[in-house]
């Protein structure tokens, strides 16, 4: 089985900064893909960014290349979401995610396993 667990969400005022991050335990040679995804209230859970676990490529949701970035660190078995300039419309809980399967996933039910999120609260 492989674990996930997030940390670093937070409540926050808009224009604020946040860094996600997500340990991924168990068996995790099987794993070659990982992603946040977000769920804000009463909306369908979103893609936002994943990266390649042994290629190192990176993939966004078009809308927010260029805001958010992903990032990962094999030693540590973590990837992260650096979130800077946050907007009210981040408010969500964001979740990470990971598969067995490479190329560009962005659909929720091709990932396999899911942490339980963290909150993100940006305040206006």
């Known amino acids: 089985q492989v674990q996930l667990v997030e940390s670093g969400g937070g409540f926050v005022q808009a224009g604020d900064s946040l860094r996600l991050s997500c340990v991924v335990s168990?068996?995790?040679?099987?794993?070659?893909?990982m992603g946040w995804f977000r769920q804000a209230p009463g909306k369908e859970r979103d893609f936002v960014a994943a990266i390649s676990w042994i290629g190192g490529y990176t993939y966004y949701k078009y809308s927010l290349k260029g805001r958010f970035t992903i990032s990962g660190d094999n030693a540590q078995n973590t990837i992260y979401l650096e979130m800077p300039n946050l907007k009210p419309e981040d408010t969500a809980v964001y979740y990470c995610?990971?598969?067995?399967?490479?190329?560009?996933?962005?659909?929720?039910?091709?990932?396999?396993?899911w942490g339980q999120g963290t909150q993100v609260t940006v305040s206006a």
């Open positions: 168990g068996r995790t040679a099987s794993i070659e893909t």
């Open positions: 995610a990971a598969r067995n399967g490479a190329g560009y996933e962005m659909d929720p039910w091709k990932f396999t396993y």
